[in-house]
């Protein structure tokens, strides 16, 4: 090999070394976009948008308002049974009729007639009216009333169940754009990773296995990126049904998950005791089986109707028998009262079970009451661990870019190989993707919280 030959050889490392940008990673780090800066198909849509379309349009609250309607239109003291009843009736009868007649004694002569018409009307008014009936029906008027705020309170439960879930949405679609923007900067650094192998292979300071390598690695990474525009795609879709819109209808989001650190657990219990609506509806329900006691004790109680009615008879006899014609007038009434002696112990029956339908009812509350309140005390230990875990996640994910830095500094000037370099790009992303997966956890939890203690109304502007 000639000298001149050998020199050069000699220094053509050098001289890659010096074209290579002394900080690569930050400048992969400038060069991916950031949640601000990202190209997104679509109009922007923010959380307090998506929650009022999806509360406006979700099928399920329709429903609940529609029976809520329902229970609002059946809240009336006639359904009750205060008011009376009052009908109208009407009725004619009439016939045409031909006769021939001959009489036994002779002394009448034969009768021939055609065509008599005969006609006997009815008119008549009729009121009836419950005069007492065991205090049942004021009963029966509070449970219409508890009706319609049992109804009341699906409906919000359906709402604030909804605006938690479209929140949930929300924040996921957040969370995978979030680890598409990481998984697009560790692209970025395999890309540079590999551009620095092959120079270094093509001018023979390394292998080829090193190159190669950092070619897999960027091919891993290229599929990883397509793996989570899937994911990233899967979300909005989720999204967009809570929405009751096209699936595949394109929007951007801008915000960012940052968690509230200070939700405390006391205030939360107060408010999923006074407020949860699945609560509220188990003890309305509790109250609505107290008064089936009140109403099967009724029926053991007299019952007093009053009947009045006046009617109006009309007869026109074209035959000529008996009453030619004739008007009546009647103006009638009827008190009853009845009084259960004995029906076969019916009505002690179904006084007992109604006593047993309370005690359910009773258990049914105490149960919904423990439940709420466990998943209260359980998502509130995991929002706090979340946010504990974030504070450490922060850190890692500082160190782990730090760190990137260094190890690929080492592996340009030929401290360290490949396989430590993409370790300690591997534990970058690990801590990336973690950091991001602790705030979309703490926040989840967080929203969970704000729905159990029925907050989170106020808590998202609604």
């Known amino acids: 090999m000639k000298l001149s030959s050998w020199i050069l050889f000699s220094f053509l490392p050098l001289s890659v070394f010096a074209q290579q940008p002394q900080n690569a990673i930050q400048r992969a780090q400038q060069r991916t976009y950031t949640m601000a800066t990202l190209p997104q198909p679509g109009e922007t849509l923010t959380l307090q948008q998506?929650?009022?379309?999806?509360?406006?349009?979700?099928?399920?609250?329709?429903?609940?308002?529609?029976?809520?309607e329902i229970a609002r239109n059946n809240y009336t003291k006639g359904n009750a049974g205060y008011l009376p009843s009052l009908t109208f009736n009407?009725?004619?009868?009439?016939?045409?009729?031909?006769?021939?007649?001959?009489?036994?004694?002779?002394?009448?002569?034969?009768?021939?007639?055609?065509?008599?018409?005969?006609?006997?009307?009815?008119?008549?008014?009729?009121l009836n009216y419950t005069v007492f009936n065991g205090f049942a029906r004021r009963t029966v008027y509070t449970q219409l009333q508890q009706l319609l705020q049992i109804s009341t309170v699906n409906t919000r439960a359906n709402v604030e169940a909804t605006m938690a879930s479209v929140a949930t949405s929300y924040y996921d679609v957040v969370r995978q754009l979030q680890r598409l923007i990481a998984f697009s900067q560790a692209l970025d650094i395999s890309r540079e990773r590999r551009d620095l192998a092959r120079a270094n292979y093509?001018?023979?300071?390394?292998?080829?296995?090193?190159?190669?390598?950092?070619?897999?690695?960027?091919?891993?990474?290229?599929?990883?990126?397509?793996?989570?525009?899937?994911?990233?795609?899967?979300?909005?879709?989720?999204?967009?049904?809570?929405?009751?819109?096209?699936?595949?209808?394109?929007?951007?989001?801008?915000d960012s998950i940052i968690a509230r650190p200070d939700l405390q657990l006391a205030p939360l219990q107060q408010s999923l005791t006074q407020n949860n609506p699945q609560l509220v509806a188990a003890v309305l329900n509790r109250n609505f089986t107290d008064l089936n006691i009140q109403?099967?004790?009724?029926?053991?109680?007299?019952?007093?109707?009053?009947?009045?009615?006046?009617?109006?008879?009309?007869?026109?006899?074209?035959?000529?028998?008996?009453?030619?014609?004739?008007?009546?007038?009647?103006?009638?009434?009827?008190?009853?009262?009845?009084?259960?002696?004995?029906?076969?112990?019916?009505?002690?029956?179904?006084?007992?079970?109604?006593?047993?339908?309370t005690i359910i009812a009773q258990d049914q509350e105490q149960n919904q009451r423990l439940q709420l309140?466990?998943?209260?005390?359980?998502?509130?230990?995991?929002?706090?661990?979340?946010?504990?875990?974030?504070?450490?996640?922060?850190?890692?994910?500082?160190?782990?870019?730090?760190?990137?830095?260094?190890?690929?500094?080492?592996?340009?000037?030929?401290?360290?190989?490949?396989?430590?370099?993409?370790?300690?790009?591997?534990?970058?992303?690990?801590?990336?993707?973690?950091?991001?997966?602790?705030?979309?956890?703490?926040?989840?939890?967080?929203?969970?919280?704000?729905?159990?203690?029925?907050?989170?109304?106020?808590?998202?502007?609604?």
């Not at 296995?209 to 290229?222: E, G, I, M, R, Y």
């Not at 004995?342 to 179904?350: A, E, I, P, T, V």
């Open 50 to 68: 998506a929650i009022a379309q999806a509360v406006e349009n979700n099928y399920q609250i329709h429903i609940n308002r529609s029976q809520e």
């Open 295 to 357: 109403i099967a004790n009724a029926a053991q109680l007299p019952l007093i109707t009053a009947q009045t009615g006046y009617n109006y008879q009309l007869q026109d006899n074209q035959g000529g028998f008996g009453v030619a014609t004739g008007r009546t007038r009647a103006l009638t009434y009827s008190v009853v009262a009845s009084i259960p002696i004995f029906n076969g112990y019916n009505l002690k029956r179904q006084i007992q079970n109604a006593r047993v339908n």
């Open 202 to 254: 093509e001018v023979g300071a390394r292998s080829k296995v090193d190159f190669l390598s950092a070619q897999v690695d960027f091919n891993t990474d290229s599929a990883a990126l397509l793996s989570q525009e899937q994911a990233l795609r899967n979300a909005k879709i989720v999204l967009n049904t809570l929405l009751i819109r096209d699936p595949q209808t394109e929007f951007s989001v801008r």
């Open 90 to 126: 009407a009725t004619s009868n009439g016939g045409l009729q031909s006769f021939r007649q001959t009489f036994i004694d002779n002394i009448r002569p034969p009768q021939t007639a055609n065509g008599i018409f005969n006609r006997t009307s009815n008119l008549g008014i009729n």
């Open 373 to 462: 309140q466990s998943a209260l005390s359980q998502t509130y230990q995991a929002y706090q661990n979340n946010l504990q875990l974030l504070n450490l996640e922060v850190l890692n994910n500082q160190l782990a870019n730090q760190n990137v830095e260094i190890a690929y500094d080492r592996y340009r000037i030929g401290n360290s190989t490949f396989v430590e370099f993409r370790d300690v790009q591997r534990n970058a992303i690990n801590a990336q993707t973690r950091l991001i997966e602790a705030e979309y956890t703490a926040k989840a939890a967080e929203i969970e919280l704000l729905r159990l203690s029925s907050t989170i109304s106020q808590d998202l502007g609604q």
